[in-house]
């Protein structure tokens, strides 16, 4: 039990501390069917010390040019390069389908204390080339806000072991359930901290054991086959009583990525 206490002590500490704070894994979830995802995308900043690239977050490409993430997946093009992975089930695969990223718009309404607004996009310095394996996701057509009890899917290389730093290799998914947000809101959840806003949908399960985590930041929630949200924050993982909390699709965001994605202007965004 000290362990455990331990353990989740270094975790609270180690979530206030990193960017993609909820993030800890995919919980409770099992690997893709190989390349049943050709829309993910796995985002990699380079590391000096090891002269390699290193996952940091989920996407979806979007457009052959543009992936979709959380404005929390932060790094600094200036500093060092980043680059998208697109149309692998493996991490540890090479892949010659890596992006480089021209420029990074994150919602100019992203708060980071509230996670309100946690969207972000990608323009890629070049169009990834669409196959059996990279391929786009549409953009919801339909933004209503979905109904308590519907079921979700959501994908991503974070971690799946909660003592371990390292993230899964393999891509895994989970099904998570809508729960509704004023349940969320409530006292026995997240007792506003924090507020669930209607930018937000959370979702898990009744009993906990299904999440999404550290390292999943970013990466799309899927229901009824429409992209309806993108993994944005939450307390620890797998909780029943602190469900994943992710930006919902709104009508309004969906104005925004089309504005920008098809602006002819890009660069001045
Ligand atoms: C996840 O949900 C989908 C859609 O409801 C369903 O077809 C699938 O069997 C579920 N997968 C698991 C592992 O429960």
């Known amino acids: ?4 206490q331990h353990t989740l002590f270094v975790s609270l500490i180690a979530f206030s501390l990193t960017p993609a704070y909820h993030g800890l894994e995919i ?4 690997d893709v069917k190989p390349h049943s995802k050709p829309y993910m995308a796995s985002i990699q900043v380079f590391n000096n010390a090891t002269k390699s ?16 993430t959380a404005a929390h997946c ?3 093009l200036n500093v060092k390069p980043v680059h998208v992975v697109l149309g692998i089930d493996s991490l540890k695969k090479k892949s010659n389908k890596a992006l480089n990223v021209k420029q990074k718009i994150p919602h100019i309404c992203f708060d980071e204390d509230s996670k309100d607004n946690d969207i972000m996009l990608l323009q890629l310095d070049s169009e990834a080339k669409l196959d059996k394996f990279v391929n786009v996701l549409p953009l919801p057509k339909n933004t209503k806000d979905m109904k308590t009890g519907t079921v979700c899917t959501v994908a991503g290389w974070g971690k799946t072991k909660v003592k371990s730093n390292e993230l899964s290799d393999n891509l895994k998914e989970v099904n998570v359930t809508i729960i509704d947000r004023k349940k969320c809101n409530s006292r026995k959840y997240y007792n506003n901290k924090p507020v669930i806003t209607n930018n937000m949908l959370c979702a898990g ?6 999440d999404s985590c550290k ?10 086959n429409v992209l309806s949200g993108i993994v944005s924050h939450g307390t620890l ?3 029943a009583k602190k469900p ?7 009508e309004k965001y969906v104005q925004w990525i089309q504005k920008i994605t098809t602006s002819t202007f890009q660069q001045n965004v």
Not at 1 to 4: N, R
Not at 53 to 68: K, S
Not at 215 to 224: R, W
């Open 215 to 224: 390292g999943d930041s970013g990466g799309p929630l899927i229901c009824n």
């Open 237 to 239: 993982c797998g909780l």
């Open 53 to 68: 690239y290193q996952h940091i977050c989920g996407g979806a490409l979007i457009r052959p040019n543009w992936v979709l």
């Open 205 to 210: 399960d009744r009993k906990g054991g299904k």
């Open 74 to 76: 932060e790094f600094d």
């Open 244 to 250: 994943g909390i992710y930006t919902r699709l709104t």
């Open 1 to 4: 039990m000290k362990l455990l």
């Open 27 to 30: 919980i409770g979830g099992r």
